[in-house]
């Protein structure tokens, strides 16, 4: 019996993986509830701090949505970090939603001073909006779905 999809995602992580990388991959897979996303939480950061590539993980993992969104969300070597975000941004939504929660995940742990703190900022910013709830009455990005944001009280 082959095991469920998550679990055999977080043992990939488990084994390619530092100990902190992986403990940010677990916090970030404890957002999610389905399957495909916690796979893609587990493994986001696998293709930037391994040596593992796409072409070997897609056999392991067995699910090429799940491949394809962790693509999709890799950073890539020289890529400038605005482009990637436009990238991520316009991307699928799982490829955005894992996204920010890995980068709440950073903030929450890792406070930075100065642009450090206001470039993972924007891009949080910049994916909520791209996928985010909005007001109903003026289309303004909110952290959760309301009829009326504080802009049109």
Do not use: K
């Amino acid at each position: 019996m082959t095991a469920p999809l998550d679990v055999r995602a977080r043992a990939i992580a488990r084994n390619v993986l530092g100990a902190g990388a992986f403990a940010h991959a677990e916090r970030v897979a404890g957002s999610f509830t389905g399957a495909q996303e916690r796979a893609v939480a587990y493994l986001h950061d696998v293709l930037e701090d391994s040596d593992l590539t796409e072409s070997e993980l897609r056999p392991l993992v067995g699910d090429d949505g799940v491949v394809d969104a962790v693509v999709e969300l890799t950073w890539v070597d020289g890529e400038r970090y605005a482009d990637y975000v436009e990238r991520v941004r316009g991307g699928s939504r799982l490829a955005v939603h894992v996204t920010v929660a890995g980068l709440r995940d950073n903030l929450a742990r890792e406070p930075r001073r100065g642009d450090l703190a206001r470039r993972p900022e924007r891009a949080l910013r910049s994916l909520l909006e791209a996928v985010g709830p909005r007001c109903e009455r003026c289309g303004a990005s909110t952290e959760w779905p309301v009829a009326t944001c504080w802009r049109c009280s």
